[in-house]
């Protein structure tokens, strides 16, 4: 909490040194983190990024932030280069889990040593989408894992970081590129995250088919799976959205096959 309370201090005072009222976009660079810890009187983090990084994938801006934000609009922490930032008006757009939607039972397949010693949510849902080949199941692709946690530069941006990074074919021999973002119960999948992984595609995988994943453990152990893409004005829109439950074989029904045999497709 000590640590949480000390980046807040730190982003509100880059925050409200650049702002103006009216700006929708607020410039700021990571040697503003050094000046506002020392005009705060407050000891310098040792990663000066883990700052910015916090307020982009973990943690809320602090409420004088937010306040500042119309109310069908939030600001976001967005990369412009390296080590330069901005804060951004962008139109709320939250990414849940359709409660709506059918949750689909397949044999679970985690090996129980991986289950028992994952250490995070994120790790032990990154785990069972590969061990299951949920992936492959939810894109009709044939995807194999690459990379994970992969942490890198992308030269509109700056440092970004996706979780794992999956490619594919595809019955026409047609090749993708799946960045894939995981997310436990209690986190949010971020719009930012998703045109970071377009971004990263773009630069680093130019001639893949972009397929930009998010996976979130939901209630009860269900797993909601998210397929985004860019419409024509080059906003991010979610394609398609899938509920899957890793179930034991017994507990698949000959009523549940009946089931997914007659479902119709989308």
Known sequence: MAKANRYSQIIEDIFFRHYSDGDTVVHFAREDIVRSAERLDIPLPKNLGDVVYSFRHRNPLPDAIINEAPPDQSW????????????????ISKIQPDTMLPVTKVPDATPGIVSRYALTDEQALLAKLRYNRLIDIFTSVTCYSIQNHLRTTVRSIGQIETDEIYVGVDKRGAH????????GKADQIGVVQIEQDLALCDEKFPELVARPIAAQFMDEGSIALFEFARDTDGQVVKLAERHY??????????????????????
């Open 245 to 266: 439950r890793l179930a034991p074989e017994h507990e698949m029904s000959a009523e549940d096959l009946k089931l997914y045999r007659n479902r119709r497709e989308d």
């Open 176 to 183: 993708y590129v799946l960045p894939v973002q995981a997310k």
């Open 76 to 91: 976001v922490i967005v990369g412009k280069g390296q080590a330069q930032y901005a804060f951004e008006l962008k139109p």
